[in-house]
């Protein structure tokens, strides 16, 4: 019997944010039904059912979290990637990253990224940043019907 | 004085060496012409002369020795006969034999008209004697026999021959001298040949180099030796000289525009290298510090049971360090982006600046008193952007370092600079000491500790490279304890001396 399917989609290469991360959200009770890719290549492929996820019956997550800097394909890649694809174009995508460098910042909007969000160093205000997101996003935020992206 | 003559033949300003040539070369032909013929005709004049004196002397000789008969036996028709036989020479006009008594004993003319010639008298010692005139010779001889003077014999003749002689010399010298300058005149083209030719071609080859700048151009070179080939090789001389000069030149000048090239390039790459170096430090060094605290974090809120009071405070420093270092790289990048940004100017309003800054200060200025002195500021060009990060640091640093004070006091004014406005800030706050104010703008200098005052020491670092930016010039003024005041310009040029401004400064301010 498979899980519910994946409402987030984190894709995060550091180990050592993704624990802290994974800490933010758990503290913020938001842990359910999270996925977690360490690069580009394996968000993708987790994302269109492909290579080690070929089993997977495609189903669109309410929300992909998506550092830039990563190994193989970057964030802007994939959000590119994302983007082209129309069963995934209009997937809510929220930059989190530790830069907020304002190439990336352009860049990722033109591309149509739905929010940019710097990590704060100070791991109080991560934790709440983290918190606030992910309870926007997954439980505020109507996100778009399935149809939608099949309609594109 | 030659000058008139000169002018004859052309403008002498407009004389080419070939025409100063010729002209010398006639005149020195003529004046030695000119001298020869004169001393020619001297000597011939006096030989002829000469000659004319001894003829009539022979002629006076025969004839008075063929009438002594005639004088003896008093026979005038003989001695008429005798003289008769003159009519051979056509230049004797007349001849007459004189008594010792002055009577005329027999005449002869040569034309029947002819007027007996008054007679000089002779010296009465002199056996002959003659005058020479204009046109007439005189010549007498005295007829003695056996020892007794019978009598005198003149003989006049006229000078024709002597005189047409004279006039054909003087049209063969003439002749002579206007061949001789026709000569000079033909032989110019061999001066030109010899001497102006090469002088000529040297002043063309000159004047063409100087029209077109074209250094590697020669005059002609010379077979023979002298001055002229010695002129023409120092001019080739000289003009490879400056052809090698302007090679070097060009060489260096290629040299420097290559190099300009190439550190143009060096400082585009530097820069590039530096954006992605800011841009791995904003990623790469950020994470760490993020994970440290979060680390920290998590270990005093899960572990507090186990942590003494002590382990918590450590623990509570490293999170407090890793802020600060957190604050540290964000103001060095902002430091970094806003030294790449580019200055736009328009007319800023700086009154309607401040109290922007104003407004986001407010929660800093919460449970203060806190007295603002804005004067009515001018209106100047700058990059509105910018100049806010230059005000808002400064006021930001006012009212930090003026906590301590019972009321702060912050004033914000202008003063005439020589070219522009002269902003300053000045607030009553923990000022600075002036020995320590070159450090004031460096970046990562701080004057206080961190404990008496937080802050990064990019603060000022950052107002300084916008003013700069702007061509600017800023600059600080302090004592401990008693405030501090900056002044600034966002306009190119020299600002107004710190001595001149330090004693205007706190006037206006009163005035204020």
């Known amino acids: ?152 | 004085m030659f000058k008139p003559a000169f002018r004859l033949f052309s403008n002498p300003r407009q004389s080419s060496v070939v025409g100063r040539l010729t002209r010398m070369n006639m005149l020195v032909s003529a004046a030695a012409l000119v001298t020869a013929c004169a001393a020619f005709f001297g000597y011939d004049l006096a030989s002829f002369r000469t000659a004319i004196v001894e003829g009539l002397s022979t002629q006076a000789q025969i004839a008075a020795s063929n009438t002594v008969t005639a004088l003896l036996f008093n026979d005038p028709q003989s001695a008429v006969n005798t003289l008769a036989a003159l009519k051979v020479s056509p230049s004797i006009v007349y001849s007459g034999i004189l008594l010792p008594d002055g009577r005329v004993f027999a005449e002869y003319r040569q034309r029947a008209g002819t007027v007996r010639p008054q007679f000089p008298a002779m010296p009465p010692a002199q056996a002959e004697a003659h005058w020479l005139g204009h046109n007439r010779a005189v010549l007498a001889h005295a007829i003695v026999f056996q020892g007794r003077r019978l009598g005198t014999i003149w003989i006049e003749s006229d000078l024709d021959r002597v005189n047409n002689r004279l006039k054909h010399y003087a049209g063969i010298a003439g002749i002579v001298l206007i061949g001789s300058l026709l000569a000079a005149l033909l032989v110019a083209p061999i001066f030109q040949g010899a001497i102006a030719a090469p002088i000529v071609a040297l002043a063309r080859t000159a004047q063409e180099i100087s029209r077109s700048k074209d250094y590697s151009a020669r005059a002609a070179p010379r077979q023979s030796e002298g001055e002229i080939s010695v002129l023409v090789e120092s001019f080739n001389e000289m003009l490879a000289q400056i052809q090698s000069r302007d090679a070097e030149l060009r060489q260096a000048h290629g040299e420097m525009e290559r190099r300009v090239l190439e550190r143009t390039a060096e400082l585009g790459a530097a820069n590039k290298e530096l954006e992605a170096f800011s841009y791995s430090v904003s990623h790469d060094l950020r994470a760490p510090l993020r994970q440290i605290d979060g680390f920290s974090a998590i270990l005093m809120d899960q572990c507090a049971a186990e942590l003494s009071p002590d382990a918590r405070r450590y623990l509570q420093r490293v999170r407090d360090r890793a802020h600060h270092m957190g604050h540290l790289v964000d103001d060095l990048l902002s430091m970094g982006r806003i030294g790449r940004q580019v200055v736009r100017r328009r007319d800023t309003d700086i009154n309607e600046l401040i109290s922007g800054i104003q407004s986001d200060l407010a929660p800093e200025c919460e449970g203060r008193r806190i007295e603002w002195r804005i004067a009515n500021l001018p209106q100047i060009s700058c990059d509105p952007g910018l100049a806010k990060i230059v005000f808002m640091n400064l006021l930001s640093n006012a009212l930090k370092y003026s906590r301590d004070r019972e009321v702060a006091v912050i004033e914000v004014g202008h003063l005439a600079g020589e070219n522009a406005p002269v902003f300053f800030v000045r607030d009553n706050g923990a000022g600075f000491d002036m020995r320590y104010a070159d450090k004031l703008f460096g970046v990562f200098q701080r004057l206080h500790r961190s404990d008496e005052f937080e802050g990064t020491g990019v603060g000022l670092a950052t107002v300084q490279r916008v003013v700069q930016k702007h061509g600017g010039h800023i600059w600080a003024e302090a004592q401990l304890e008693k405030g501090a005041t900056f002044f600034f310009t966002f306009t190119p040029g020299r600002p107004r001396a710190k001595e001149d401004s330090k004693i205007p400064a706190v006037e206006v301010l009163r005035e204020a």
């Open chain 1, 1 to 152: 019997m498979k899980p519910d399917p994946v409402e987030l989609l984190y894709v995060e290469d550091d180990d050592a944010d993704l624990e802290l991360t994974m800490i933010a959200l758990e503290r913020g009770r938001l842990l359910n039904a999270i996925h977690v890719a360490r690069d580009g290549v394996e968000a993708l492929d987790f994302l269109f059912c492909r290579g080690a996820h070929s089993g997977r019956s495609f189903s669109v997550p309410k929300l992909v979290l998506l550092d830039l800097k990563l190994p193989k394909i970057d964030g802007i890649q994939v959000l590119r990637a994302i983007r082209q694809d129309p069963r995934t174009a209009v997937l809510p995508v929220v930059v989190l990253t530790s830069s907020r460098e304002q190439k990336d910042v352009i860049e990722t909007y033109q591309l149509g990224v739905n929010s940019y969000i710097q990590k704060p160093v100070d791991f109080t205000k991560f934790q709440e940043t983290v918190r606030q997101l992910g309870f926007y996003w997954l439980v505020v935020n109507e996100p778009p019907p399935a149809a939608a992206a099949h309609q594109e």
